[in-house]
């Protein structure tokens, strides 16, 4: 076999070998940058040229632009000075898409290179190349860019097993460029899997791999800070925005801080923290989400645990645990708004959460239902209303309000649940034909001092009488003391501004706070409710009599309506219609009902 065949053939298993090391050199490399040093590297040895550069196409300005250079003259030189310099390949870039190298001996006078000659003469001329490979980089089908393999100052003959391991180098650039995209999605898919897309922040599952880590740390105790906030619903993208910026920007040195929920971030201090230094961070967190806050507010709660306080501590019991705190503090209202989590009080809690839980899912499924109960005119006898009661059926039993809405209201369910009642009750009562020549039928729907709070209130009642045609002045909202004695600019203006749309307001449960005669010429009502406790032994009880008497003729005075509550005997209907009572409810006249049932009552006569 001649010499040169030999030579050949050698040749090319070298190059073969070259390309298996390197493919499997590349695919352990950690970025792009370094993987076309080793490229770049190991095809000038191989190849035996001075320079190999990697190129990147601008399709829209048809410019190449040098990537990555790698001169081994003098050691070795990767990215000398001024390597990222670009070319205008206008008309060579006809050629480098129909063809898989181009292999010029002679650069000045390869047609394709003198095509572009203007732009590539100069470039060959300050560099000294005088034969080349040329390899175009594609990637699903399209141009990519150009490997160029450059022998300087001496031309060359090129062989066909330096060709082919030319456009093998190009191979191995898409591969790596394959892997690197690869990386990056496997990245950022593991970014977001650990980060709340809303908040940029670690998410829950993050914090859980933090929390694990520092628990296995043994002689380190570890502390979590549950964070729960309070925004309306209008200012909530915006608001949890701000909290995260503020709580990032006034703590992110000293915990690590992430959203576990909705509205609720949690952070576990870089350093072990008990007792005073942990209710301090805790209050300083609520200060700066308060702070963040929105427009119209913004309230905070927190909770703390500590691992100490497990027999066998776990990340998940740990955050669980941290969040119970806050549950229980929100739970009791009051001016506290930081709980320490303490294991004999959780069962409790446990079970309120179950029940959130399970209210949340039952007004997604459509399991939650507005019944209505009459209120009759004690003197006529006739249906003259109905209050709007919350019912949910759990697949077995209608449960009341009365277990479930305390939960509701320390969760802030109230506040979504408040509004689609209001709409749902409206719009039945929209409907509600009375006896002709008196008036259409009333509809009392209860607020809590939650929804008062809320800027959103007024809206939603406005929206409610707009969507469902209700007069205003057929609406009573049920509130409690509480409600109607707000602390807060919104409230008052909640209050003022309900008024003004015509709405009528009523004092709920008059008697079971701290309610007073003095106190009624001060409240924004129009009527006031009679709580049960005091119609339940009438008319049998004197004391419970003059009560009774006592606030009708009080609320006479004051222009007030006066409803009893609780009514289940004809003889405590007729100790009320003897005290002056006007209106009344309970089951003497009817317990809660579908609104189908109530509507055909408005027509009976007394």
Not at 278 to 304: H, K, N
Not at 312 to 327: G, K, T
Request: with cysteine; net charge negative.
């Amino acid at each position: 076999m001649p010499q040169r065949v030999l030579e050949e053939d050698a040749r090319a298993r070298r190059y073969g070998r070259a390309l298996v090391a390197l493919t499997r050199d590349i695919s352990t490399q950690q970025s792009l940058e370094s993987g076309l040093a080793r490229i770049c590297e190991v095809a000038a040895e191989t190849l035996g040229v001075e320079r190999v550069n990697v190129w990147r196409l601008d399709p829209d300005r048809h410019v190449l632009r040098c990537i990555h250079s790698y001169d081994q003259r003098n050691g070795g030189v990767h990215n000398p000075p001024g390597y990222d310099e670009t070319l205008d390949v206008r008309e060579y870039r006809r050629w480098l898409d129909d063809v898989r190298l181009i292999d010029a001996e002679d650069v000045q006078q390869h047609e394709a290179l003198t095509a572009s000659r203007e732009a590539l003469g100069d470039y060959f001329e300050r560099h000294g190349v005088a034969s080349l490979l040329d390899a175009p980089v594609r990637g699903d089908g399209e141009l990519l860019g150009v490997v160029g393999h450059e022998q300087v100052g001496r031309q060359r003959a090129w062989s066909v097993a330096d060709r082919a391991f030319a456009a093998s180098i190009a191979d191995c650039v898409v591969i790596l460029a394959e892997i690197c995209r690869r990386r990056a999605a496997e990245r950022r898919l593991r970014y977001l899997e650990l980060h709340d897309p809303q908040t940029n922040l670690p998410n829950r599952d993050h914090l859980l791999e933090v929390v694990h880590s520092a628990l296995r740390t043994a002689d380190r105790a570890v502390t979590v800070i549950h964070l729960q906030v309070e925004i309306d619903e209008g200012d909530r993208v915006a608001g949890l925005a701000a909290v995260a910026s503020a709580l990032r920007d006034g703590i992110g040195a000293e915990a690590t801080l992430a959203r576990v929920r909705d509205d609720a971030f949690a952070l576990v201090p870089h350093r072990s923290l008990r007792g005073v230094a942990a209710l301090d961070l805790a209050g300083r967190c609520m200060e700066l989400a308060e702070q963040a806050g929105t427009p119209s507010g913004l309230r905070a709660w927190a909770g703390i645990a500590f691992s100490h306080d497990l027999a066998e501590p776990s990340a998940d019991r740990l955050l669980r645990n941290a969040e119970l705190a806050v549950q229980r503090v929100r739970s009791m209202g009051g001016l506290e708004r930081c709980e320490v989590f303490d294991a004999g009080r959780h069962r409790g809690l446990l079970k309120r959460m179950r029940t959130e839980r399970a209210l949340r899912e039952a007004h997604e499924r459509g399991n939650l239902h507005v019944h209505y109960q009459p209120v009759v005119d004690l003197a006529a006898g006739r249906i003259r209303g109905a209050e709007a009661l919350l019912r949910w059926h759990d697949g077995a039993v209608w449960r009341p309000a009365c277990e479930f809405i305390d939960v509701a209201e320390s969760s802030g369910l109230i506040v979504p649940l408040g509004r689609w009642v209001l709409v749902e009750a409206c719009t039945a009562a929209a409907a509600w034909q009375g006896v002709e020549g008196e008036p259409p039928p009333q509809l009392s729907v209860n607020v809590s001092a939650r929804q008062v709070a809320q800027p959103g209130l007024v809206p939603d009642v406005a929206a409610a009488l707009e969507a469902s045609g209700l007069a205003p002045g057929r609406l009573w909202l049920e509130l409690t003391e509480t409600a109607l004695l707000p602390d807060t600019p919104i409230a008052i203006d909640a209050l003022g501004r309900l008024r003004a749309l015509g709405v009528h307001m009523v004092l709920d449960d008059f008697g079971t706070g701290h309610s007073s005669f003095a106190r009624l010429k001060h409240l924004p009502i129009d009527g006031l409710k009679i709580d049960r406790d005091f119609v339940a032994d009438l008319p049998d009880d004197p004391l419970d009599m003059a009560i009774v008497c006592s606030v009708v003729a009080v609320a006479d005075k004051a222009g007030l309506v006066v409803v009893a509550e609780g009514v289940e005997t004809p003889r405590q209907a007729d100790a009320l219609l003897e005290c002056g009572v006007v209106k009344a409810q309970g089951y003497h006249y009817g317990r809660a009902m579908p609104e189908a049932d109530l509507r055909g009552m408005f027509a009976r006569p007394g």
